[in-house]
Structures are given as structure tokens and as C-alpha cells.
């Protein structure tokens, strides 16, 4: 198996962007990552494209060809593949480029996530996004996909000493990162108080525990390893690709507050690259509400379970504290156009290992991670990037 | 909007909790399943009908819902333990402050939701506290 490197990154601004069509927020993300990779669009050996939902949001299916097309790549006839897992089909997407590279089967690769949500009314984006969980044993019965969470949430806080202003400050560190990343759908700053006096989605959460609806696309472009400094100075590795599936419904899951794919994911990735927590300077992770990554710390392995409310009240999270999660602002303030999301967040590892994030800049990041998962937790993708 | 035909499948599972019992493994299921996830090819899956007691192990009040389901806000969403051991996701017939978790339930036969004004109505299985 070949090591892997990504060789260019792109990424669109994030928010409801009614002035651009699907086509051209993923054409705007294709460009940059070409561009940032120095490479013309004939070198592509192949693309894989992350996307939810496109047949309901806009109406549009075969996204894999429509976007070698416009990318102006129908000449060339690459192979071209949409890869869907409701809000993990970027990070597997990500993966199954790698997987191309790594087996030597092609060469440079796109990976590449877009969605536009903004099309359809908010009840019309509910049910799309509903169809992350399982339709005929959750959605008939009117269960929305920030209920299923919010049933998480109760249940969490049943068992473990997590307050609700705790849960508050997951969002205000991250729209304090948002607000450092040009762009992030949301670029102000939040108090508790702003998270506490915001109305009510499902009990427990808030509409600012809650990620928004967006449109956006993200790109990168990988290469072997061993050919990755003809196209850059700063090539990033692939340390991991892991992925890992679980029960569609909610219902009938081991735990109802640990999500074991994620477990799975993380345990598998870690042994691929022959790391521990310990050695990760930066995560991004599936904070879609912020539960989820309290979830997420725990379940990735950076602290016992329970104790994550505690340490991101006590600021272990934050940019400056010991483990900085979602510096990109993550799901909830940068944004989450679901296909898009996984790609975004291997986009911001990559500017922190190059040291290009700029306000958000973590001094000396090595090692960054990303977690991306789908519905409520029956699809994870884990991946470990170094330099 | 949702196919007649694509629910209607289950409309013995939905109104009477009909699930599934593997007698290879003793373990019940619902929603029912073709194949049992612990025994696999080797489970013998027979039907089961659950009496419908079951607690309630989490709980949300919908504030926010599809359009289907939009002039029923706010409801209760519970996930729902059945007493022979199977979870489903269900709504819960009570006003929001009444729900707690570890609340005793019993199974009631409810209006679900409709296609829209003139569509298909879709019945089902609600949960209400049970006093005994
Ligand atoms: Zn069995």
C-alpha cells in the first residue's frame, strides 16, 4: 500500500448563499484546490464527490458526472463517483480517495463535498435531513433529526454530571473559532446567555445548540507521498483512514450516549498510525449539536467518559488549551452543508499542520485528526493527517 | 410526499406492535426483523405480538418538526423499552411537562400523521403513562 499526502485544499465560503447555484459553489472549491496544488485539471485521475442529499435539496441526482462536467472535465472522461452517508459523505468520500491513491490504482485525486441546502423551506429541510436516521421506524413517527439528538442529550444528562451551561459553552468556543475563520457561516462571537435565551428546537437543546443550514463545497487534491513535493513544499500525510458503521436507528443502540462507531473508528485509526490521544494536537469533530462533541471527546478517547462537559468548561478545549477541538469553527459556527462538512474539516487540519490558520492558529501542530459522522451515529470516518 | 404503498406494509406492526422472537436465541424484536442480528442465517424467527408496557428510557419535546408533522408541535418523542426488551422510537401521549424518563407506559392506537389535506392518514402506536 502507498502513504498518501494531500497536495491542495479549497474551500468555499460557508452560510445560505442564494447567489450561487450548486455548480458553482463546488466549481469555486475545485479551482482553489487545483490551484493550491498547482496542478491542470487533465492530471485528475479520478474524483470522489460527498453529497447528501442534492435530489432533495435541488432536485438534481448523478452528481458525480454533473461535476467532472462543469468541472470542465468531460472531455477528459475521469471516473467520477458520488459517495453518499447523510453528513459522513464528505469523510468518506476523503476515504475512499485515499483508498484509490493508497492501492495504486490512480494517481492524483480528488476529494471533493458540496451542498446546497438553502433551496427548499425549513420543514422541507427537516424531512430531507430526517432521512439520516431510519424513515420507516423513526421519521414516521416524527422524530427530526435534532430530536434524536435531543433524546441523546436527556439521556446523557440522566447519567452524567453534564450542565446545561456546559453544553452552552461547547458553542461559544466554537463561534469563538468562527469568528477567526473568514469563512465561517457565522462570524460573531456568543455568550452562555445567547445560547440559554435562544428558543427551544427539542428539549434540552437550543437553536444555538444546533449546527445551521448551509450551502458550501470543499475540495483537496491527494497524490502518493513519494511524488507529492513535485506539486508542493508542504505536503500533508494521511496517517489513517478508518471507518466504521452502527445501528441506523437510535433505538436500538448498546448505549444510547456513546456513539460505538465513533469508538470503533478511532480505535482503528489510532492503530494505523501507531498513535495514541495523546499524540493529537488538534481535532475536528461532528459537533452537528453540541452534544455530539461532548460525545465525541469522550468517544475518540481524549477523556473518560462523563468528564467532557467539566474540561471544556475548564477551557481543555479551546484554541489555546490542551486538546483544541473544532478550531475551524466546526459544524456549529462554520457551518454544515452536510456533504461538504467532511472535506471541510481534513481542509482545516491541513491549513493548521502547514501553520496557515492564520487568528486560529495552533503554534506547532504535527498532528490533527478529523471525525465525521453520519445521522445520529450509523456511519464515522476518523482520519489522522501529520507532517 | 411518502408513497401509500411504502407504510402500508406495515400496518400489522404499526397498529397491533407486532414484532419478531428469534427461538434460536430467545431474543425479541421491534421492529421486526427478517434476520436476527445475533444469530444471523442460524436464527428461527417466529412473530411475536408485545403487550405494549414498556418505560420510557429518553424523552424530547419537538419544538420544530417536518411539515407533516408541523401543527402537532409541540410533542413528545421518546424512545420506549418494551418489557420483553426491544427499543422503539415513539410519540408519547402527554403534555411535555408530564415526561420523565423511567415513566411506565402503555401502548394506545393514534392518528400518526396525513399526507397533506387530501393525502393518506397514517395510523399507529402512542404511548400513554400508565397509572397501575
Ligand atoms: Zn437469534
Not at chain 2, 421492529?31 to 428510557?57: D, Y
Amino acid at each position: 500500500m502507498r502513504e498518501v499526502a494531500v497536495i491542495g485544499i479549497g474551500c468555499t465560503p460557508f452560510g445560505e448563499k442564494w447567489g450561487s447555484s450548486f455548480r458553482d459553489l463546488f466549481v469555486q472549491a475545485g479551482t482553489l484546490a487545483l490551484e493550491d496544488a498547482g496542478i491542470s485539471g487533465e492530471e485528475i485521475g479520478a474524483m470522489y464527490v460527498g453529497n447528501m442529499s442534492a435530489g432533495r435539496f435541488i432536485e438534481q441526482e448523478h452528481i458525480g458526472a454533473l461535476i467532472a462536467d462543469y468541472s470542465g472535465l468531460a472531455t477528459a472522461h475521469i471516473p467520477s463517483t458520488r459517495v453518499e452517508a447523510a453528513c459522513a459523505s464528505g469523510g468518506l468520500a476523503f476515504r475512499q480517495a485515499v483508498i484509490a491513491v493508497a492501492s495504486g490504482i490512480e494517481d492524483i485525486v480528488v476529494a471533493a463535498g458540496v451542498e446546497k441546502m438553502t433551496d427548499v423551506g425549513t420543514g422541507a429541510s427537516v424531512d430531507a435531513l430526517a432521512g439520516a436516521a431510519d424513515r420507516e421506524w423513526e421519521g414516521f413517527v416524527g422524530a427530526t433529526f435534532p430530536g434524536l439528538y435531543a433524546m441523546i442529550a436527556h439521556d446523557y444528562m440522566h447519567k452524567y454530571p453534564l450542565t446545561r451551561e456546559e453544553l452552552a459553552m461547547v458553542a461559544v468556543k466554537n463561534h469563538y473559532n468562527g469568528a477567526r475563520n473568514p469563512i465561517a457561516q457565522f462570524s460573531q462571537e456568543i455568550t452562555v446567555e445567547t445560547v440559554l435565551s435562544s428558543p427551544l428546537v427539542a428539549d434540552p437543546l437550543r437553536l444555538f445548540d444546533c449546527s445551521p443550514i448551509t450551502d458550501g463545497a470543499a475540495a483537496v487534491v491527494l497524490a502518493p507521498l513519494d511524488r507529492a513535493r513535485e506539486y508542493t513544499d508542504t505536503p500533508v500525510r494521511v496517517l489513517a483512514s478508518a471507518q466504521a458503521s452502527d445501528t441506523i436507528s437510535l433505538h436500538d443502540r448498546r448505549d444510547l450516549s456513546t456513539l460505538d462507531a465513533t469508538v470503533v473508528a478511532g480505535k482503528r485509526a489510532f492503530q494505523m498510525a501507531g498513535l495514541t490521544p495523546a499524540d493529537i494536537d488538534l481535532v475536528e469533530v461532528h459537533d452537528c449539536f453540541t452534544i455530539a462533541e461532548i460525545l465525541a471527546i469522550e468517544d475518540l478517547g481524549f477523556c473518560r467518559k462523563g468528564e467532557a462537559g467539566r474540561l471544556t468548561r475548564e477551557g481543555m478545549t479551546a484554541l489555546d488549551g490542551d486538546l483544541p477541538v473544532n478550531t475551524s469553527g466546526g459544524l456549529k459556527a462554520c457551518g454544515h452543508p452536510v456533504g461538504a462538512t467532511g472535506i471541510k474539516q481534513v481542509w482545516e487540519v491541513v491549513q493548521q499542520l502547514r501553520g496557515e490558520a492564520g487568528k486560529r492558529q495552533v503554534d506547532g501542530a504535527e498532528v490533527g485528526m478529523t471525525h465525521n459522522v453520519g445521522g445520529t451515529g450509523a456511519t464515522v470516518a476518523v482520519h489522522i493527517l501529520g507532517v | 410526499m411518502s408513497s401509500v404503498a411504502r407504510f402500508w406494509r406495515k400496518i400489522p406492526q404499526r397498529y397491533n406492535l407486532v414484532g419478531t422472537r428469534c427461538e434460536n436465541c430467545g431474543r425479541y424484536y421491534y421492529p421486526p426483523r427478517t434476520l436476527c442480528p445475533q444469530c444471523r442465517r442460524a436464527g428461527r424467527i417466529r412473530e411475536h405480538r408485545f403487550s405494549g408496557k414498556g418505560t420510557v428510557v429518553t424523552y424530547t419535546v419537538i419544538r420544530t418538526a417536518s411539515e407533516q408533522f408541523e401543527q402537532m408541535t409541540p410533542y413528545v418523542l421518546a424512545i420506549v423499552q418494551l418489557d420483553e426488551g426491544p427499543r422503539l422510537t415513539a410519540q408519547l401521549v402527554c403534555r411535555p411537562e408530564e415526561a420523565r424518563i423511567g415513566m411506565r407506559v402503555r401502548p394506545v392506537f393514534r392518528r400518526i400523521s396525513a399526507d397533506g389535506e387530501s393525502g393518506a392518514i397514517h395510523y399507529g402506536t402512542k404511548f400513554a403513562p400508565d397509572t397501575e
